[in-house]
């Protein structure tokens, strides 16, 4: 398992301290960008951490958007529920992330999956990792990964590139989806499966704490 460089897991450290997460929380709630919905079912709420002057309303929707000159694309995350897709998806651009409140689990391509190109994009066969708050995790843009349980009081400080290095999207039977093609066939129904988590994933979540969501 890779480990953050100290610098990192100190900062992650200051920014989890409820005194630090509340206020920057706070200053970024009155920035809103736009909620995502999967399944008609709230995952994830968002808001910038930048300057006022640095953002501009999108004009048809009224959320928040960057201006193009800002450097920096940080916003506060509230997850509040785990990737329901039974598919691991990768990011448009690298990004490092805090934890500031709550947990989640997240799983991966494992070294044997590595190995083994048809256990490789297999849920099941994946590498589990916890995150919580007061802690700091990075990913490449093609780091395949999948949130598979989320306690519903997470708040991240999300910080992403600016460099999109591809277009997103899912890892299908080894194959990349471009995720608005996922989507699609999500809702004509050929990618729908049940995802069961396997039994350890549910130890760790109780580890998380009380109130977790799957
Ligand atoms: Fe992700």
Redesign the pocket.
């Known amino acids: 398992m890779k480990k953050e460089p100290l610098g990192w897991r100190i900062l992650a450290k200051v920014l989890a301290r409820p005194s630090v997460s509340r206020r920057l929380i706070k200053f970024a709630q009155s920035r809103p960008y736009f909620d995502i919905y999967k399944d008609e079912k709230l995952y994830m709420r968002r808001w910038w951490l930048v300057p006022s002057f640095a953002l501009a309303p999108h004009p048809k929707h009224g959320w928040l958007e960057v201006k193009p000159w800002w450097p920096f694309r940080w916003r506060i995350h509230h997850i509040v529920s785990a990737?329901s897709d039974p598919h691991y998806?990768?990011?448009q651009s690298g990004y490092r992330t805090f934890i500031l409140t709550g947990g989640y689990c997240?799983v991966s391509p494992s070294k044997i999956s590595t190995r083994f190109p048809s256990l490789y994009s297999n849920m099941s066969a994946g590498q589990l990792r916890t995150f919580r708050a007061g802690s700091t995790a990075s990913?490449k843009a093609t780091a395949w990964?999948?949130?598979s349980a989320v306690n519903p009081q997470t708040y991240t400080l999300f910080c992403m590139s600016t460099k999109q290095v591809h277009e997103w999207g899912f890892l299908v039977e080894g194959v990349k989806v471009h995720w608005r093609t996922y989507i699609q066939a999500q809702k004509m129904g050929s990618t729908k499966e049940n995802k069961e988590l396997p039994p350890e994933y549910k130890a760790r979540l109780e580890a998380l704490g009380k109130g977790y969501k799957q």
Do not use: F, N, Q, R
């Open positions: 990737d998806h990768d990011h997240e990913a990964h999948s949130i």
